[in-house]
């Protein structure tokens, strides 16, 4: 079943005088429970269109298309509602809150949604012993490590329980070892969960591991004998 589907999408930033294209022309479609590595080099437009996928940025032209419904119909709002309902974010650096605890992290969304916080603690609780981090609850973002504050950011984008996952070099921060297993807990999460996974990753091993790859190109997408093609270049 597809979940999301991208047609005819550009990106440009600018004014009058001068304009960046940065996305040129993006089709994709992705099935639910797929894992697909988004690769290329620094500044070709990789996070932008991870932004615009998670409605966090509006496209210039085109249409994004969430199991069926043109996503940007909706107002600002209704956007910021329906992130925080279906789409959970990693990104390269954790952006934990300091002063909270893993479990108070990883309840966020939920309090912020007007969630029960009762509810919110059990499935945080669950959720963090699924990242391997049972026994860490109360610790604070600077009592743990760079790859446990990741895994509680990861922890915290499935609170939710959506039905996609968007992460935007989730281990580039990290050392070889540690970012192994942080991208290890991810494709774990997505068979145990059915998750739909798309990462920016420039570990072209990494994403070796995942169901496709994708690589981008001057702000266009090249897949299959196409991608290979831009190998070593």
């Known amino acids: 079943m ?6 005819g999408l550009y990106k440009s930033y600018g004014n009058k005088t001068k304009t960046v ?6 089709d994709l479609s992705i099935a639910k429970g797929e894992t697909v590595a988004v690769v290329g080099a620094s500044g070709v437009g990789k996070s932008t269109l991870l932004h615009i996928m998670g409605a966090l940025d509006r496209p210039t032209k085109g249409d994004v298309f969430y199991s069926g419904e043109k996503i940007f119909g909706h107002t600002d709002k209704k956007l910021a509602v329906f992130r925080n309902k279906n789409i959970g974010f990693v990104f390269q650096f954790h952006h934990l809150l300091p002063e909270f605890t893993a479990l108070e992290n990883v309840m966020m969304p ?7 916080r009762a509810s919110a603690g059990s499935m945080a609780g669950r959720l963090l012993s ?15 490590s760079g790859g446990e504050q990741q895994r509680v950011a990861i922890a915290r984008a499935l609170i939710q329980s959506p039905d996609m996952l968007l992460a935007d070099e989730p281990t580039g921060n990290l050392d070889t070892q540690t970012g192994d297993e942080v991208f290890d807990w991810l494709l774990k999460l997505n068979n145990a969960k059915d998750i739909t996974m798309i990462i920016v990753t420039h570990n072209e091993r990494l994403a070796g591991k995942m169901n496709r790859r994708v690589r ?17 270049r």
Not at 21 to 26: F, R
Not at 216 to 232: F, I, N, Q
Request: aromatic share 4%; charged share 30%.
């Open 130 to 144: 699924d990242v391997g981090l049972g026994h860490r609850l109360n610790h604070k973002p600077g009592e743990l």
């Open 216 to 232: 981008m190109v001057d702000g266009k997408l090249y897949e299959g004998a196409a991608e290979r093609g831009w190998e070593g």
């Open 110 to 116: 939920v309090l912020v949604g007007g969630g029960d």
């Open 21 to 26: 294209e940065v996305l040129k022309g993006i």
């Open 2 to 7: 597809e979940l999301i589907k991208i047609t």
